[in-house]
């Protein structure tokens, strides 16, 4: 069964420094979306992406992140000058037609921010 | 701000019994709703989807009512299994692809 893919599974950065989580989605879906999920709290949306466009984001997603599909297959969230707080489990999600559909969410990413 | 509101503590039941969990939202209209399964350190795992203009959705032992009024979703999960012990999470989307999950309520089935 397809299934989305991400990596690194963990990541550990120095606070100040760039980070680049990687996404692989399931290859005929069309949206693709970033949340997180602080430790012992809950999922939080940051950013949808259809086209090559966000179609929305949350106030989480200031300047400091930014989303890409660098090629047809990845999707990238990279968090710039990373803090403290942005310590969390980053999951990827994808689906074929939108919001109304099911979400496939990668395994996550671990990140920690020392 | 939107508010979405989920049991904190957990649930815990016997084997063979009703799961019912509850989602109520505040300052909201949205267009769908989601439940979702969550093992520790694992990602969602979608579950049921209900539209605003549905009343209820079955699927195997899972049924999700959905309360416009009330603004309420219930999530039932009959001849529970401690297979079913999980975190479970609601979802509300609108239809510019933006999602609010709740914190999630943690099931305990025992045998």
């Known amino acids: 069964e397809p299934e989305v893919t991400q990596t690194p599974s963990h990541q550990v950065t120095q606070m100040g420094q760039e980070v680049i989580l990687r996404c692989v989605p399931i290859?005929?879906?069309?949206?693709f979306y970033w949340y997180r999920q602080i430790l012992g709290q809950k999922v939080e949306f940051l950013v949808s992406?259809?086209?090559?466009?966000?179609?929305?984001k949350s106030e989480i997603f200031d300047d400091q992140f930014s989303v890409e599909r660098p090629d047809g297959s990845n999707f990238t969230l990279k968090i710039r000058s990373t803090k403290l707080e942005d310590s969390a489990m980053y999951f990827c999600a994808s689906n074929v037609a939108g919001g109304d559909e099911t979400q496939y969410f990668g395994p996550g990413t671990r990140l920690l921010v020392l | 701000s939107q508010k979405i509101e989920q049991n904190s503590e957990a649930l815990n039941i016997q084997e063979g019994k009703t799961a019912t969990l509850t989602c109520n939202y505040t300052?909201?209209?949205?267009?769908?709703l989601q439940w979702y399964r969550q093992d520790p350190g694992r990602g969602p795992v979608f579950l049921l989807l209900?539209?605003?203009?549905?009343k209820e959705k079955r699927k195997e032992r899972l049924k999700v009512t959905f309360d416009t009024t009330l603004k309420q979703s219930l999530f039932h999960i009959t001849a529970s299994q401690p297979a079913d012990s999980a975190t479970y999470l609601c979802?509300?989307?609108?239809?510019?692809?933006?999602?609010?999950f709740g914190s999630g309520t943690k099931l305990n089935v025992k045998p």
């Open positions: 992406f259809y086209n090559n466009e966000i179609s929305e």
């Open positions: 979802a509300l989307g609108n239809n510019f692809n933006k999602f609010y």
């Open positions: 209900i539209r605003e203009n549905e």
């Open positions: 300052n909201y209209s949205p267009a769908y």
């Open positions: 290859s005929n879906h069309l949206y």
